[in-house]
């Protein structure tokens, strides 16, 4: 009957004449579609803002060859890799674009000036700009080459350095000396000319005439250091290239479109979106409870439609056109609020500074929704409740006519059981539920896995989903038996109030999963944002290198000497930064005696004026020394000691495999022999070239910070500075590892503003670099405590389905009550008490509901919290997370009292009228 009008004019109908309970259903609804509508929107925003990134950044640039043996490819070296000019002739399915490219401070004014604008590692390149149309032919601005001292500024560079169209910008060489350029144009980055290294990390695109290139970077003619690739055929995949044959080793790739892709895949969208689901999960609910008690309450009129000639499926016809227009209503309400709803959240969450810089890994993200992707999306939400309206309208005409004639409703069934076959259906559903919330409880709590694998953690999750259910099934039955046994002791409102949850149990489990859900999921993203906030807080851990505030990675002599003559005649940083102190990081590949491999790991030598500045300390000496201090003071005096970083202690337990660890492990004051080589490349089992036996004098505790070790102290050992110079010919540098050395800083690294300025005046008068961990780190964990909040916030939009959901079905519960309020009215009851009755209902599943979703929240944030801290090493610290317990009571304090508002008109809606009015009109 769905094709006939009729179906659908008394679906519209019944709809406008209960506007009010039609209205509800519709925002309740309403709240599913639109946190769908939300998370598509925000996948769209960041989608789409990943494409806008990479074409800007990246182009057609897929893959970056640098030099393997040495810094520069000389013009044979180019031939062979490339193919020659005609690379696709030759077979190879890439094109070549040789360039000079390197990684350079813009300055706005040709003399050192702390005080002048100026932007640190900016990209600068140089090519043949007829290569280039080739390479980009995409791009407009290759037909008209650069002159020498010509240049061409990104946007939004010159934007940031206040430069405009004919203004001047310098960058120095590799002596310190500064070359001016005149700017021909500002292009918007697209592509080469917005193409910023790897991950897009350097901070603007200035693009030189060749030769002009090759000043500032010291190659000769010919000599390239950087050659670009990219696929003719797109559709090839961006990790297949591999080295081709012929090439021995000339060059290592860079696979930069597949890391920036990877980039753009933010994981922001999974966490919306797992937010999401739990809001939809309980919207799911909440929308089967509505349709279902539409249904039951038309259940009379279908009675009497079957009675004269209706067969069920032509009922269910006219019931699913109702609750279809119902659907359509909500759908469309949820889709237009979610769009504007995910506008708002792409703009709190992306919409600062802050955010920006760690927001999707870095790429700055717009509201934005493709037509495609809201197509899609608005056909997942209609079909998401055409689903749920379809599979609950089969009850509508079920039963027998004299059933529906009388009104029965199905969930008063399992009053007029006998009480010991209820006792045995309670008991077959108690034991399962109990025996779910113990297994969560025990995994939560006390399970020791081994590694937080893939395994462990679905396995975990499924079970901690289950069991909000479960725990919402066990405290049902709970207040039921409670209720029964109280009795009239209980007062009668507390009587009524129970007597009445027991009447709906699919209703009342409803109500209290709604809640739950709603409060498991903020507690659980409270929890998990402070395991992300912990591990990135500032104030925890190291925050220097070596001890040391800052540092500047200097790369040439000018360099280092422009900013030590900064640090000596700036005011400001004359007063700020106390100590200043240049070291070498030596970078060895040791190997270990009986082992086949080499660990590569930076040597410092061991030297009064920088330990005193770096507060070194152990985290275990031998036995030969009485402190720390001593066992420094030993290194530094006998060359036969040393200090190795803590991944060689041998702890006394089993180490996790997830982490790479060497054969052997040694003990404190055990003899070490270290093995090194020349040459990078070595083959298999080839002898050392040298080899030196230590004594260990103790394990070094972590002193840099996480965020440089890598590059500039990696696993750092300390050992004589005799030993450390006859090390120098064993100095293998990473690629990335350009830097002479270091010149380390001692200030106060917590005065945020000092810190700012520092960097500032540092790049302005020299510096390429400037590095203080605790301001970069800083940053970033500002920026991620305002998604977690945001995410928080997320998080508690989905709990008002809950609030929705108890106003709704309280009101339709009331109105199906009618009669039995009328006849307790009659009876003498006063209406206060009835009153009461209501409000205590609500308020008891409401309460119950955030109290299983808080402690379930709870359970499963710690032991997803102990499960991904499983497998930390024995010197690193575990997380204790600190929940935010006044933002958790402020949310079950507020969202206690706007139940018992959201309860307030339907209480007083069903003591309005006379009880004879009422009954004369109950249920018409």
């Known amino acids: 009957m769905l094709n006939q009008s009729l179906a659908w004019r008394m679906g519209a109908l019944y709809l406008r004449r209960q506007m009010r309970q039609t209205l509800l259903s519709v925002l309740a609804g309403a709240i599913g579609a639109m946190l769908i509508t939300m998370s598509i929107f925000h996948y769209g925003s960041v989608r789409t803002s990943g494409e806008a990134w990479l074409k800007a950044h990246f182009g057609p640039v897929d893959w970056a060859l640098v030099p393997a043996q040495t810094e520069m490819f000389t013009s044979e070296n180019v031939s062979q890799i490339t193919g020659g000019s005609s690379p696709v002739a030759s077979g190879l399915p890439y094109r070549y674009l040789p360039a000079i490219a390197a990684a350079a401070t813009i300055y706005t004014q040709e003399a050192a000036d702390s005080n002048a604008a100026s932007i640190s590692q900016a990209q600068v390149l140089g090519f043949d700009w007829g290569e280039a149309a080739a390479f980009d032919p995409a791009n407009s601005y290759w037909s008209s080459p650069l002159k020498r001292g010509e240049a061409l500024l990104d946007r939004t560079a010159a934007e940031q350095l206040g430069i405009k169209t004919g203004d001047a910008v310098y960058v120095t060489d590799k002596t310190g000396q500064r070359h001016g350029f005149v700017v021909r144009e500002t292009p918007a980055p697209a592509g080469l000319n917005g193409y910023r290294g790897?991950?897009?990390?350097?901070?603007?695109?200035?693009?030189?005439?060749?030769?002009?290139?090759?000043?500032?970077?010291?190659?000769?003619?010919?000599?390239?250091?950087?050659?670009?690739?990219?696929?003719?055929?797109?559709?090839?995949?961006?990790?297949?290239?591999?080295?081709?044959?012929?090439?021995?080793?000339?060059?290592?790739?860079?696979?930069?479109?597949?890391?920036?892709?990877?980039?753009?895949?933010?994981?922001?969208?999974?966490?919306?979106?797992?937010?999401?689901?739990?809001?939809?999960?309980?919207?799911?609910?909440?929308?089967?409870?509505?349709?279902?008690?539409?249904?039951?309450?038309?259940?009379?009129?279908?009675?009497?439609?079957?009675?004269?000639?209706?067969?069920?499926?032509?009922?269910?016809?006219?019931?699913?056109?109702?609750?279809?227009?119902?659907?359509?209503?909500?759908?469309?309400?949820?889709?237009?609020?979610?769009?504007?709803?995910?506008?708002?959240?792409?703009?709190?969450?992306?919409?600062?500074?802050?955010?920006?810089?760690?927001?999707?890994?870095?790429?700055?993200?717009?509201?934005?929704?493709?037509?495609?992707?809201?197509?899609?999306?608005?056909?997942?939400?209609?079909?998401?409740?055409?689903?749920?309206?379809?599979?609950?309208?089969?009850?509508?005409?079920?039963?027998?006519?004299?059933?529906?004639?009388?009104?029965?409703?199905?969930?008063?069934?399992?009053?007029?059981?006998?009480?010991?076959?209820?006792?045995?259906?309670?008991?077959?559903?108690?034991?399962?539920?109990?025996?779910?919330?113990?297994?969560?409880?025990?995994?939560?709590?006390?399970?020791?896995?081994?590694?937080?694998?893939?395994?462990?953690?679905?396995?975990?999750?499924?079970?901690?989903?289950?069991?909000?259910?479960?725990?919402?099934?066990?405290?049902?039955?709970?207040?039921?038996?409670?209720?029964?046994?109280?009795?009239?002791?209980?007062?009668?409102?507390?009587?009524?109030?129970?007597?009445?949850?027991?009447?709906?149990?699919?209703?009342?489990?409803?109500?209290?999963?709604?809640?739950?859900?709603?409060?498991?999921?903020?507690?659980?993203?409270?929890?998990?944002?402070?395991?992300?906030?912990?591990?990135?807080?500032?104030?925890?851990?190291?925050?220097?290198?070596?001890?040391?505030?800052?540092?500047?990675?200097?790369?040439?002599?000018?360099?280092?000497?422009?900013?030590?003559?900064?640090?000596?005649?700036?005011?400001?940083?004359?007063?700020?930064?106390?100590?200043?102190?240049?070291?070498?990081?030596?970078?060895?590949?040791?190997?270990?005696?009986g082992e086949e491999g080499r660990s590569t790991q930076a040597v410092f030598p061991v030297t009064e004026e920088l330990k005193a500045g770096g507060s070194w300390s152990l985290s275990a000496r031998s036995p030969e020394f009485a402190d720390d201090d001593a066992a420094w003071s030993k290194v530094m005096s006998d060359p036969g000691y040393i200090v190795l970083p803590n991944h060689y202690r041998d702890y006394g337990v089993e180490l996790s495999d997830t982490y790479w660890r060497p054969k052997k492990l040694y003990k404190p004051g055990e003899k070490v022999e270290l093995g090194f080589f020349r040459n990078a490349l070595v083959p298999q089992g080839a002898a050392p070239d040298l080899s030196i036996t230590f004594t260990i004098a103790g394990f070094a505790e972590p002193?840099?910070?996480?965020?440089?070790?890598?590059?500039?102290?990696?696993?750092?050992?300390?050992?004589?500075?005799?030993?450390?110079?006859?090390?120098?010919?064993?100095?293998?540098?990473?690629?990335?590892?350009?830097?002479?050395?270091?010149?380390?800083?001692?200030?106060?690294?917590?005065?945020?503003?000092?810190?700012?300025?520092?960097?500032?005046?540092?790049?302005?008068?020299?510096?390429?670099?400037?590095?203080?961990?605790?301001?970069?780190?800083?940053?970033?964990?500002?920026?991620?405590?305002?998604?977690?909040?945001?995410?928080?916030?997320?998080?508690?939009?989905?709990?008002?389905?809950?609030?929705?959901?108890?106003?709704?079905?309280?009101?339709?519960?009331?109105?199906?009550?009618?009669?039995?309020?009328?006849?307790?009215?009659?009876?003498?009851?006063?209406?206060?008490?009835?009153r009461q009755a209501f409000l205590l209902e609500g308020s008891m599943l409401g309460g119950l509901g955030m109290l299983a979703g808080w402690g379930i929240g709870l359970s499963g944030a710690q032991g997803f919290i102990r499960l991904l801290q499983s497998d930390l090493r024995p010197w690193e610290q575990t997380v204790s997370v600190s929940f935010q317990w006044g933002l958790l009571g402020g949310v079950m304090l507020v969202m206690m009292l706007l139940a018992l508002l959201f309860q307030l008109s339907p209480a007083r809606s069903a003591m309005a009228g006379s009880p004879a009015e009422t009954l004369r009109g109950a249920d018409l």
Not at 246 to 253: E, F, R, S
Not at 377 to 393: C, H, K, M, T
Not at 733 to 740: A, G, I, R, S, Y
């Open 198 to 593: 790897d991950g897009a990390r350097l901070s603007g695109t200035l693009l030189l005439n060749p030769e002009d290139a090759r000043l500032v970077t010291g190659l000769k003619d010919s000599e390239t250091n950087l050659i670009l690739a990219t696929r003719i055929n797109k559709s090839d995949s961006v990790q297949g290239m591999s080295m081709l044959s012929g090439q021995n080793g000339l060059y290592d790739i860079r696979y930069i479109k597949m890391n920036a892709e990877g980039m753009a895949n933010s994981n922001l969208v999974a966490v919306v979106l797992i937010i999401s689901m739990t809001a939809v999960f309980s919207s799911a609910f909440l929308l089967r409870q509505i349709v279902l008690m539409m249904a039951e309450s038309r259940s009379e009129l279908y009675g009497v439609l079957r009675a004269i000639g209706l067969n069920r499926g032509q009922v269910r016809s006219l019931f699913r056109a109702e609750a279809l227009l119902l659907g359509f209503c909500a759908g469309a309400a949820g889709i237009v609020c979610g769009i504007g709803g995910g506008y708002a959240m792409v703009r709190i969450i992306y919409g600062t500074e802050l955010a920006r810089e760690i927001g999707a890994s870095g790429i700055p993200v717009e509201p934005g929704l493709p037509l495609p992707v809201l197509v899609m999306g608005i056909a997942a939400v209609f079909a998401y409740q055409l689903i749920l309206i379809l599979a609950a309208s089969r009850n509508a005409g079920s039963g027998s006519i004299v059933a529906a004639l009388r009104g029965g409703n199905r969930e008063d069934h399992a009053s007029n059981r006998k009480p010991g076959a209820a006792l045995w259906k309670a008991a077959a559903v108690a034991l399962p539920c109990a025996g779910l919330v113990a297994l969560h409880l025990y995994l939560a709590l006390a399970w020791k896995p081994e590694q937080a694998s893939s395994q462990n953690v679905l396995g975990f999750a499924g079970i901690w989903l289950f069991s909000v259910a479960a725990l919402i099934l066990l405290l049902q039955a709970c207040m039921s038996a409670a209720g029964k046994r109280l009795g009239s002791r209980a007062g009668p409102a507390v009587m009524l109030a129970v007597k009445y949850a027991g009447q709906r149990r699919g209703r009342t489990f409803t109500v209290m999963l709604l809640f739950a859900i709603g409060m498991m999921a903020i507690t659980f993203t409270s929890g998990l944002g402070g395991l992300i906030l912990g591990n990135m807080d500032p104030s925890r851990g190291v925050r220097t290198i070596l001890g040391y505030d800052g540092f500047v990675p200097y790369e040439s002599i000018a360099e280092k000497e422009a900013v030590e003559r900064l640090l000596k005649d700036d005011e400001f940083l004359r007063k700020t930064v106390s100590t200043s102190v240049d070291v070498k990081a030596l970078m060895a590949a040791p190997q270990m005696a």
């Open 703 to 834: 002193n840099t910070a996480d965020s440089v070790a890598v590059q500039y102290a990696y696993a750092a050992a300390y050992v004589h500075p005799d030993i450390w110079g006859t090390l120098q010919e064993y100095h293998h540098p990473w690629v990335n590892q350009t830097h002479l050395g270091l010149l380390l800083m001692k200030f106060d690294h917590t005065l945020l503003e000092q810190d700012n300025q520092i960097v500032q005046r540092l790049v302005s008068g020299g510096a390429g670099k400037v590095i203080i961990p605790y301001l970069e780190d800083w940053r970033e964990h500002s920026a991620n405590k305002r998604l977690v909040d945001g995410f928080i916030g997320f998080a508690a939009l989905s709990s008002a389905i809950g609030l929705l959901g108890l106003a709704v079905l309280q009101k339709r519960s009331i109105h199906e009550r009618q009669r039995e309020i009328a006849m307790l009215r009659s009876a003498g009851v006063p209406s206060r008490l009835l």
